[in-house]
């Protein structure tokens, strides 16, 4: 069979940062795309599009299709890609009758109101790469109802079969297809990385840490927490190397930075491959050892979920980290040569215009060397969605990076929470502190180019 899979347009510099400016970055490879173009190019055709990542239209879409002439179109759908999603669906449906399956974390969240697009025949909750060989022969038979994870309609009906256990051993799974990918077309956002090229990669699912009111793998269809072996993964890493070239690593695990036992292998392993890596970590499981270890081994900035300066808020949040930690890890951070990068929350349940200047100033007092603003999400099944869905403050259409979708009882209107996030990029970023501190950093022509980038990238944020 001939198979199509598709990643859906979507401007993440403009539709998700908010961001006026119009440069080229901050694209990652769908992975979800490219583990399942592994499993299926076994024994199908496949034709990946990455719309995003190639600036492609429908209309762009639907012409590369009709030359391809697949059986079968996949579309890998997040929350964010949501409207992007069903406008594609439409596009292909006004032009040619093949039937359309849509994964992801946006079907896995929101299965009924996805099937109730009549442009959308099929969709995969959760994971996809144990079910879709079975479910590509279900569509010789009609006879859907033994393939799990799937959701489909029958005589206008919507039907959802049973959730399969997820694959345990990771190692198990083929090597992600990067070959259907053009790799220039990926890189991190302006000074998130030093190398090129670079690429995003995961070694795990899920997260261990499953009590955050707020994060999607702690809420009702998050994932069981699973591993790649460092052997693995390094072997993963090398073939990034050898083959393709990569220079730069950005880890997209929820947390890279938990397991010393892991660490020490992984760092023992990665030790001579000549590359420089980013990951995310959390400020309550990082130890000494391993930013020693990991500062010695081609690790050069850390990303941690800080969410808030204010400790009430935090733990409204679950967050389970003390105001004290946050502080300790950043420094001891700092002290290995690491680079660290924090992500705050506004708009918390709770939270002020008071409060949220505090954790602004908080920021700025941890002298981190990037950070960023985010309106308040609450994602699909977690405990900070049920009571935003109760208080009846939650629009759900909204999706963004700068855009309110939730305004707790501090604000008046989701336009007060987008200021106080412009706010919050002025106030961090254009202090003569900071800037003093990144020009200290500038090497090189190079540097200069992505200094620049980055300088126009926050005037955008900020406006």
């Known amino acids: 069979m001939k198979i199509t899979l598709i990643h859906p347009p979507y401007n993440l510099i403009q539709e998700a940062y908010g961001s006026k400016t119009r440069i080229k970055k901050g694209n990652l490879i769908p992975l979800g795309i490219a583990y399942l173009a592994a499993v299926l190019e076994k024994q199908h055709k496949i034709q990946v599009i990455d719309a995003s990542a190639e600036s492609l239209t429908n209309k762009d879409i639907i012409e590369s299709i009709k030359i391809f002439k697949p059986e079968l179109i996949g579309i890998s759908a997040t929350n964010a890609l949501a409207k992007s999603t069903h406008n594609l669906a439409s596009s292909i449906k006004k032009n040619l009758n093949i039937p359309i399956l849509v994964g992801g974390p946006y079907p896995t969240s929101y299965p009924e109101k996805v099937l109730m697009d009549g442009n959308i025949d099929f969709i995969v909750q959760e994971e996809a ?25 029958e005589n206008n009906k919507i039907i959802l079969n049973q959730i399969k256990e997820p694959q345990k051993d990771l190692d198990e799974l083929p090597i992600p297809a990067f070959h259907y990918f053009k790799l220039k077309n990926y890189a991190p956002l302006p000074n ?29 269809k998050g994932q069981l927490y699973r591993r790649l072996s460092p052997e693995r993964a390094i072997e993963i890493i090398r073939l990034l190397v050898n083959k393709y070239k990569i220079k730069e690593i950005t880890f997209w695990d929820d947390n ?25 970590g959390r400020v309550d499981t990082v130890s000494e050892e391993m930013l020693r270890l990991v500062s010695e081994n081609g690790c050069w900035s850390i990303f941690y979920g800080i969410e808030s300066g204010n400790q009430d808020l935090l733990d409204k949040l679950n967050k389970g980290i003390k105001l004290e930690q946050i502080e300790k890890t950043i420094s001891l951070t700092h ?11 506004l708009a918390i349940p709770g939270e002020t215009k008071e409060k949220a200047i ?5 920021a700025i007092e941890l002298d981190l060397d990037y950070a960023q603003f985010l309106p308040t999400y609450p994602e699909y099944g977690t405990k900070l969605y049920e009571v935003a869905l109760k208080e009846g403050k939650l ?12 305004i707790p009882d501090g604000y008046k209107n989701a336009e ?3 200021k106080m996030i412009n706010l919050a990029y002025k106030k961090f970023y254009f202090r003569p502190k900071y800037i003093l501190k990144t020009l200290k950093k500038i090497k090189s022509i190079d540097d200069i180019k992505k200094y620049a980038e980055g300088l126009w990238f926050m005037i955008g944020m900020s406006s």
Do not use: H
Not at 129 to 148: C, G
Not at 256 to 280: A, D, H, Q
Not at 335 to 345: A, C, D, N, Q, V
């Open 192 to 220: 998130q990385y030093k190398n090129k090229p670079s690429i995003n990669l995961i070694t795990s699912r899920g997260c261990p840490y499953r009590k955050c009111a707020f994060c999607f793998n702690a809420g009702q």
């Open 256 to 280: 890279f930075l938990i397991n010393i036992e892991w660490i020490r292998r992984f760092c023992s392993l990665i030790r001579g491959l000549k590359i420089t890596w980013t990951c995310y």
């Open 395 to 406: 629009n759900e259409n909204y999706y963004g990076r700068k855009k309110a979708a939730y």
């Open 129 to 153: 790469e144990q079910i879709i060989d079975l479910f590509i022969e279900s569509l010789k038979t009609k006879n859907f109802k033994n393939v799990p994870n799937l959701g489909y309609k």
């Open 416 to 418: 007060e929470i987008e």
């Open 335 to 345: 002290k290995y040569g690491i680079e660290t990068r924090g992500s705050f929350m």
């Open 358 to 362: 505090k954790t602004i100033k908080f």
